[in-house]
């Protein structure tokens, strides 16, 4: 993130922070449902890592297509 001269030092990371918490409250609204970081683009991704980009939509097509929800990459299976 790039910020204007005169800001608090603790100021971008602190922001960083609370947005990263806000992305991963969102993500978790809605069950099962995958929460991805582009750590290699900026805002940009579909551009700047189109591969990620392609490898998202492709498991939700899968995923519509076998009639169940995509999973979490983090999520562990469930016995049973």
Not at 16 to 41: C, F, M, V, Y
Not at 63 to 69: F, G, N
Request: charged share 25%.
């Amino acid at each position: 993130m790039r910020f204007r001269q005169g800001l608090p030092d603790w100021l971008p990371a602190t922001l960083e922070q609370a947005w990263t918490k806000g992305q991963d409250e969102l993500a978790q609204l809605l069950p099962n449902t995958p929460h991805r970081i582009a750590t290699k683009s900026s805002h940009y991704v579909e551009i700047e890592t189109p591969q990620l980009v392609t490898d998202a939509i492709r498991q939700v097509v899968e995923a519509a297509r076998a009639e169940k929800p995509p999973q979490r990459p983090d999520a562990k299976p469930k016995a049973g």
